[in-house]
């Protein structure tokens, strides 16, 4: 940057003298518009449970979830997210559950999409972990997490959301190869609409365990998921995984965790133009949370969290937040 002034006669701080001025000289901004609300369903009626490492975040019955989704409506949230708490007695080796036409998530989609039409849209995750008995996203055969086989589930769980009526499909597994599988598979039998948000860049992160939690994998799960998820020393690989998902038919990429993974935002989004998206996860969710909570660091860092997503380049940021900071934006 060359010719921008000097002191004295240029003060930086003429530009923020007061908030109106801050204002209108605000380069990134947060609206309702830029957040998707994740939310978690289990059995039963009339339930809104409580989830032990993420306050203020709960497990809720179908009916509930309901009144959830429709106060999302009202504030202008685009999108929700869901994730399912399956009975542990229905978890088997190879995720058999997922492609249960009554399991937990076509029960929410064939109720939600009646209730709320084209009003919200629906993302439901693509990977097996909430259904397996050793909380991998894939099948293990040969103590290995086997790509190709697993695909062939993935493809049956996607075909089944899709008729359901879900929006987006969000395969989150990191198998190779997935996304154009998934694509053929949707568009040979009619789901040409049916939108695909790759899990494109999602790293083996320590910033997911209280979501582990919530879906009630963390205990189960064996070992880590290093084979299939990305190594965080790495930048090139994340731009490999964009182009390759990119070339087989994703609309959008998703970024996954958000605040330590700022600049990987920022290059995918330099380089590829289209639509990304950030997870800001569990485990960001509730360091912040319990910040908050102890009076460790104010309210407004997270309305800070989200803004540097938006910097990034995310044009959207999943967050356990969004109800809490739509309200606050109304
Ligand atoms: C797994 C999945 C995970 C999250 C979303 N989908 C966890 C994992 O990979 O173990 C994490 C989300 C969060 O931490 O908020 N398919």
């Not at 497990?59 to 504030?75: F, G, Q, W």
């Amino acid at each position: 940057m060359k010719n921008i002034g000097r002191f004295p006669s240029l003060r930086m701080r003429r530009n923020r003298k007061a908030d109106w001025i801050r204002r209108l000289v605000s380069e990134h901004n947060l609206s309702a518009n830029d957040l998707i609300l994740p939310l978690f369903v289990k059995e039963g009626i009339k339930k809104k449970e409580n989830i032990d490492s993420m306050p203020n975040v709960f497990r809720y019955s179908i009916d509930e979830l309901a009144r959830v989704v429709e106060r999302a409506c009202k504030l202008g949230i685009p999108l929700i997210a869901l994730f399912p708490y399956t009975d542990q007695k229905k978890k088997d080796p190879k995720g058999k559950e997922a492609v249960n036409k009554n399991n937990l998530i076509c029960k929410a989609l064939r109720y939600l999409k009646k209730e709320f039409k084209n009003d919200i849209g629906i993302m439901c995750d693509v990977a097996l972990d909430p259904y397996t008995n050793h909380g991998h996203d894939g099948i293990i055969k040969d103590n290995k997490i086997d790509n190709d086989l697993t695909i062939e589930i993935l493809i049956k769980q996607s075909l089944l959301q899709a008729e359901m009526k879900c929006d987006i499909i969000a395969p989150s597994d990191m198998m190779d190869g997935r996304i154009g599988k998934i694509r053929t598979a949707l568009d040979s039998k009619g789901f040409k609409d049916t939108q695909l948000v790759s899990y494109a860049v999602k790293y083996a992160s320590n910033f997911y365990g209280p979501f582990r939690d919530a879906v009630g994998s963390k205990k189960k799960l064996k070992g880590d998921k290093k084979t299939y998820q990305m190594d965080f020393r790495n930048t090139n690989e994340a731009l490999r995984e964009v182009a390759l998902d990119v070339n087989e038919g994703a609309d959008i990429v998703m970024v996954k965790p958000g605040l330590p993974y700022l600049d990987i935002i920022r290059v995918v989004k330099d380089n590829f133009k289209l639509p990304v998206f950030s997870y800001q996860v569990s485990g960001e969710y509730a360091l912040i949370k319990n910040g908050i909570k102890k009076g460790i660091i104010s309210e407004e860092a997270i309305l800070e969290s989200l803004i540097s997503l938006k910097r990034s380049g995310s044009n959207a940021i999943v967050s356990y937040f969004s109800i809490d900071v739509a309200n606050q934006l109304k």
